[in-house]
């Protein structure tokens, strides 16, 4: 069975969701958007998720024709028109329709969509032995010229790092900022634990402030543990007791290997289970619940 879209203020079927050639989202990477998850009949930190799309569209310069608490309900009964209490949710805002230059003034109204689907995930082998990172080549954008901290519809920085990652086989690449300090990986924020504390890179370092980040942050400053957003080099996840990755689809997962090193004794770290668990517990209560029962 289709899924039931929600494009432009109408919840249509699948082949009727169709957008124009002539938009900026598709001819130039013109817009913005979130990843969000369903969890057991709850949008896990839809308010959050929310605060990131208006923020992004603001820093572009990108109004939204909906109000935050619209949105939020578009994204309720997105979920709820499928059926679904437990799916990963793309909402999208772009430019929307323009000509063929790329002046966003050409463009009156932004395209806006929504897409519950169910929800395809990672090899549970993935989380129980952790993954293995590569450095890659490719910088993370400067934030002077496509800020990281927006999260728009221009991936493409990402998808070249993504691309070197596969070449060589590994199944995330750890991307380095201009002055070579640690920003992220292709689609999710790295953090790395040393003698107790959890480090993660600040956001000026040019990195999505991932809502997952925040979370696994506030998780672990609640069971005080210290945390700190510093600057670091692939020096320190080499000599590392831990590291992870964190990120709406992947959540919390660990990682063992970076350059072919191993991090530390190799296997998953006692502080990356307890914050795995900790992430898992909370995903089972937080956010507005989609069917009321
Ligand atoms: N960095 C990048 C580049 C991402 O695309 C994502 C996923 N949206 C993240 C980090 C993690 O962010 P979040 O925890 O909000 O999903």
Redesign the pocket.
């Known amino acids: 069975m289709g899924l039931i879209i929600y494009l432009n203020g109408e919840y249509v079927p699948e082949e009727k969701a169709v957008v124009s050639v002539f938009d900026h989202g598709l001819l130039y990477g013109d817009g913005v958007f979130?990843?969000?998850r369903a969890y057991h009949n709850r949008v896990f930190?839809l308010k959050?998720?929310i605060v990131?799309l208006y923020e992004s569209a603001r820093a572009i310069d990108l109004h939204i024709p909906l109000s935050q608490d619209e949105m939020t309900e578009v994204v309720l009964e997105t979920c709820r028109r499928n059926g679904l209490k437990d799916a990963y949710i793309r909402l999208v805002v772009s430019r929307g329709r323009g000509d063929l230059g790329l002046d966003p003034r050409k463009c009156p109204e932004p395209t806006i969509f929504c897409i519950a689907a169910s929800i395809q995930l990672y090899p549970r082998e993935l989380y129980e032995k952790g993954l293995e990172l590569v450095t890659v080549a490719t910088r993370?954008n400067l934030p002077e010229a496509c800020n990281?901290r927006v999260?728009s519809l221009n991936?493409l920085n990402?998808i070249y790092a993504k691309i070197e990652a596969n070449l060589v086989g590994a199944p995330e690449a750890v991307m380095l900022n201009q002055e070579g300090y640690v920003a992220?990986?292709?689609?999710?924020?790295i953090f790395i634990v040393k003698n107790g504390t959890l480090i993660t890179p600040p956001p000026h370092v040019g990195?999505?402030?991932?809502?997952?980040?925040?979370?696994v942050m506030e998780i672990a400053r609640g069971k005080g543990i210290p945390v700190e957003e510093k600057l670091f080099t692939r020096f320190d996840i080499y000599t590392a007791d831990e590291c992870f990755l964190?990120?709406?689809?992947?959540e919390v997962i660990p990682a063992v290997r970076l350059d072919g090193r191993l991090i530390g004794s190799g296997q998953p770290g006692e502080m990356t289970r307890v914050l795995m668990q900790a992430f898992r517990e909370l995903t089972l209560v937080d956010g507005p619940v989609i069917f009321q029962e």
């Open positions: 979130e990843g969000i930190k959050e998720h990131r993370r990281p999260k991936y990402n992220e990986a292709t689609g999710d924020n990195i999505l402030e991932g809502i997952t980040r925040n979370t964190t990120g709406t689809a992947a």
